[in-house]
């Protein structure tokens, strides 16, 4: 008979956190993988980045329909949550697309939302740094007011952040006041995947679901020429193969502690 202990872990919740998706091709590739993905780590709950999602930048209703196919529960986004003129609207007709709360008021939108899972709810915030990025209200101020107002002890923040040092801040910041804090931003995944001292799960870069040999799903000789020449360069999808980065999330919803986490990287 199994015992008691093991019901209980093996009842945990796993969230499945996808970095950027980039362009077309990011997609397709998530479509190919991501139900074998769910199905070997038992997955329950799936946050995806979609800022890239669009061909070109961005998201569109093309490209946010395309990820909520493939099951996201939520999307986040972040510095290219407004590139797409078309989708503007988008935000404030879904509660599961996101945008970083720390945008001034009156932008569309919603920086947070709470997706009930009928046993428990599950809160998820997108957050976008300052350091290097554009001059958003200070994320620490922000995320203090929200967590005043929301109830779940289950919260997953998305970090959409450049520097390294500002995102482990905001990691040690949130121990124990939240579930996960994830970033994204850099599409390159890091290695300091950690359960930190009070029980969030915590890690610099999710990474990027798009073309592996290219500057971040861009072919390499065009982003070469922007940085090279600075020159006005229009940007294309990588056409080399693509992988899959993420990570996963064990955590117990009745207290919101996280209890393991780890990298995924899909070929
Ligand atoms: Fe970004």
Redesign the pocket.
């Known amino acids: 008979m199994l015992s008691p202990d093991f019901l209980w872990k093996d009842n945990n919740m796993k969230l499945l956190f996808i970095g950027?998706v980039v362009g077309d091709r990011g997609c397709d590739f998530l479509e190919q993988k991501i139900y074998q993905i769910k199905k070997q780590n038992d997955i329950s709950l799936v946050v995806i980045n979609g800022?890239?999602s669009a061909l070109g930048n961005g998201i569109t209703p093309y490209s946010y329909k395309r990820l909520i196919s493939l099951g996201a529960d939520v999307i986040t986004t972040?510095?290219?949550c407004f590139r797409r003129k078309e989708s503007i609207g988008l935000y404030d007709e879904n509660e599961v697309l996101l945008r970083p709360a720390n945008f001034p008021e009156g932008v569309p939108g919603h920086g947070y939302t709470v997706i009930d899972l009928g046993f428990c709810q599950v809160a998820v915030i997108n957050l976008m740094g300052t350091a290097y990025m554009e001059p958003l209200d200070n994320p620490f101020y922000c995320i203090d007011s929200l967590l005043e107002n929301i109830a779940t002890k289950n919260i997953i923040v998305d970090f959409?952040a450049e520097a390294t040092s500002e995102k482990k801040a905001m990691g040690f910041y949130l121990d124990g006041r939240v579930t996960a804090v994830l970033g994204?931003?850099t599409h390159v995944q890091t290695a300091d995947e950690s359960i930190l001292p009070k029980g969030t799960a915590y890690i610099t870069d999710a990474g990027m679901t798009g073309a592996e040999l290219s500057v971040l799903g861009v072919k390499s000789e065009l982003a070469i020429e922007k940085i090279k020449y600075h020159a006005p360069v229009k940007f294309e999808e990588s056409e080399n193969p693509c992988f899959i980065n993420g990570v996963v999330v064990d955590f117990d919803e009745h207290n919101g502690k996280a209890t393991k986490i780890f990298r995924i990287i899909e070929r």
């Open positions: 950027d800022e890239n972040g510095n290219h959409h994204t931003h």
